[in-house]
């Protein structure tokens, strides 16, 4: 990283010949080919769109536009909060860096418990499944995908900020890498239980079965979730000095880079596949 | 698109930061905005060209305040602007392609 007099220009690295910091030049160059890699996604989608087979399902009757709008509330708002985790790094704020990471991953999670609902009801409701119609091939084959990119970037940015928590000489440390070994998975526990059990209440409010039989019938569940985040609040609390500063803020933005991709992946998906449809 | 990187002083950086600060919270805002315009006008009595128009024209408008803004190319340097425009053009170029190869009269599926 570069220094000049105690301080960092997060924009120059006068290291390299480029003058680019060397981690963010390889996000971008992998970005431009993620491009290629969603533009033949979309390309697909839209091709198959315009020329649909002979009963084909409609995707107005099978899209719900609350949702998609929704969902894609959360990820612009995800965005902003990923925004803020840099620009705190970059001042030095290791505090405000995890709040808006914890928000980010939280906002991140909601998106994937929101496709998970939506892919649950196109499949079971709906009965378009990947392999019976072309649409359902090309729509969650594309939407899959980012999907996919976007649980790669929850994962990223638990693994950050648990990081963050790094002490210094850590390599000689044993007990450090099974604390946050723990701190990761817990976390982990706490997203997938979350989303789970908010389905789960989602189903009983729809189906208009009773509260108590959800909490008594998944009481383990929120158990298990409670449990989580009180351990992983436990994990979080300070703990001395870490090795985690304004040094690390090329780290912080270089994945910052790859959650705005997956935002302006989806700006273009939701425009190209959910809103186009409904003309 | 991308200014000098100029070291400034202490107080400019906190300055500046702030202004950062309010320039990502108004972005945000607007991208809101224009999301909830995105849908209302698919509802609206328009023809389907404008509206169709209107929506591209929108969504390429969030596309490049998160590239030049939330992902830093406004402030760093013109190369990584280029880098990622290679791609994207690479992209759009061959989604374009695709889309008039498919809807020449000789691609269409023979009556069976």
Same mark, same amino acid.
């Given at each position: 990283? *570069?220094?000049?007099?105690?301080?960092?220009?997060?924009?120059?690295?006068?290291?390299?010949?480029?003058?680019?910091?060397?981690?963010?030049?390889?996000?971008?160059?992998?970005?431009?080919?993620?491009?290629?890699?969603?533009?033949?996604?979309?390309?697909?989608?839209?091709?198959?769109?315009?020329?649909?087979?002979?009963?084909?399902?409609?995707?107005?009757?099978?899209?719900?536009?609350?949702?998609? *709008?929704?969902?894609?509330?959360?990820?612009?708002?995800?965005?902003?909060?990923?925004?803020?985790?840099?620009?705190?790094?970059?001042?030095?704020?290791?505090?405000?860096?995890?709040? +808006?990471?914890?928000?980010?991953?939280?906002?991140?999670?909601?998106?994937?418990?929101?496709?998970?609902?939506?892919?649950?009801?196109?499949?079971?409701?709906?009965?378009?499944?990947?392999?019976?119609?072309?649409?359902?091939?090309?729509?969650?084959?594309?939407?899959?995908?980012?999907?996919?990119?976007?649980?790669?970037?929850?994962?990223?940015?638990?693994?950050?900020?648990?990081?963050?928590?790094?002490?210094?000489?850590?390599?000689?440390?044993?007990?450090?890498?099974?604390?946050?070994?723990?701190?990761?998975?817990?976390?982990?526990?706490?997203?997938?239980?979350?989303?789970?059990?908010?389905?789960?209440?989602?189903?009983?409010?729809?189906?208009?079965?009773?509260?108590?039989?959800?909490?008594?019938?998944?009481?383990?569940?929120?158990?298990?979730?409670?449990?989580?985040?009180?351990?992983?609040?436990?994990?979080?609390?300070?703990?001395?000095?870490?090795?985690?500063?304004?040094?690390?803020?090329?780290?912080?933005?270089?994945?910052?880079?790859?959650?705005?991709?997956?935002?302006?992946?989806?700006?273009?998906?939701?425009?190209?596949?959910?809103?186009?449809?409904?003309? | 698109?991308?200014?000098?990187?100029?070291?400034?002083?202490?107080?400019?950086?906190?300055?500046?930061?702030?202004?950062?600060?309010?320039?990502?919270?108004?972005?945000?805002?607007?991208?809101?905005?224009?999301?909830?315009?995105?849908?209302?006008?698919?509802?609206?009595?328009?023809?389907?060209?404008?509206?169709?128009?209107?929506?591209?024209?929108?969504?390429?408008?969030?596309?490049?305040?998160?590239?030049?803004?939330?992902?830093?190319?406004?402030?760093?340097?013109?190369?990584?602007?280029?880098?990622?425009?290679?791609?994207?053009?690479?992209?759009?170029?061959?989604?374009?392609?695709?889309?008039?190869?498919?809807?020449?009269?000789? +691609?269409?599926?023979?009556?069976?």
């Amino acid at each position: 990283m *570069s220094s000049h007099a105690g301080t960092i220009d997060h924009h120059h690295d006068p290291s390299t010949s480029t003058g680019i910091p060397n981690k963010k030049l390889l996000m971008w160059t992998f970005l431009a080919s993620d491009c290629m890699f969603f533009g033949a996604l979309i390309s697909t989608h839209l091709i198959y769109r315009l020329h649909p087979m002979p009963d084909a399902p409609s995707p107005k009757n099978i899209f719900s536009i609350e949702l998609t *709008s929704f969902s894609t509330f959360i990820l612009l708002m995800s965005s902003l909060m990923m925004a803020l985790a840099v620009t705190a790094i970059q001042k030095g704020n290791l505090k405000s860096m995890r709040w +808006s990471i914890l928000t980010t991953i939280f906002f991140g999670s909601i998106f994937l418990g929101c496709q998970v609902y939506e892919f649950q009801e196109f499949i079971e409701v709906k009965k378009m499944t990947i392999t019976n119609s072309m649409l359902g091939t090309t729509f969650f084959t594309l939407t899959g995908t980012h999907g996919t990119h976007v649980a790669i970037g929850v994962l990223w940015l638990i693994l950050m900020y648990v990081r963050s928590f790094q002490p210094p000489e850590a390599g000689r440390n044993t007990a450090w890498f099974i604390r946050h070994g723990v701190h990761i998975a817990v976390i982990i526990g706490a997203i997938l239980l979350a989303i789970f059990s908010t389905l789960a209440l989602v189903h009983t409010l729809h189906t208009g079965e009773n509260l108590g039989a959800f909490f008594g019938g998944h009481f383990a569940m929120l158990a298990g979730l409670l449990a989580c985040i009180a351990a992983g609040i436990f994990l979080a609390r300070p703990n001395g000095p870490v090795n985690f500063g304004e040094a690390n803020a090329i780290d912080v933005e270089s994945m910052g880079l790859y959650w705005h991709f997956v935002d302006i992946v989806w700006i273009v998906i939701f425009t190209a596949v959910y809103l186009l449809e409904y003309l | 698109m991308s200014a000098p990187a100029h070291h400034a002083p202490a107080a400019d950086d906190h300055g500046h930061d702030e202004s950062k600060f309010q320039i990502y919270v108004q972005i945000a805002m607007l991208l809101a905005v224009i999301t909830g315009v995105e849908i209302v006008g698919i509802y609206l009595p328009f023809a389907k060209w404008i509206i169709v128009t209107c929506l591209v024209v929108l969504s390429v408008v969030k596309f490049m305040y998160v590239i030049f803004y939330f992902m830093h190319l406004r402030w760093d340097k013109p190369f990584c602007t280029i880098m990622f425009f290679i791609g994207l053009v690479l992209a759009s170029g061959t989604t374009w392609a695709l889309l008039q190869l498919f809807m020449a009269d000789a +691609s269409l599926p023979l009556p069976v």
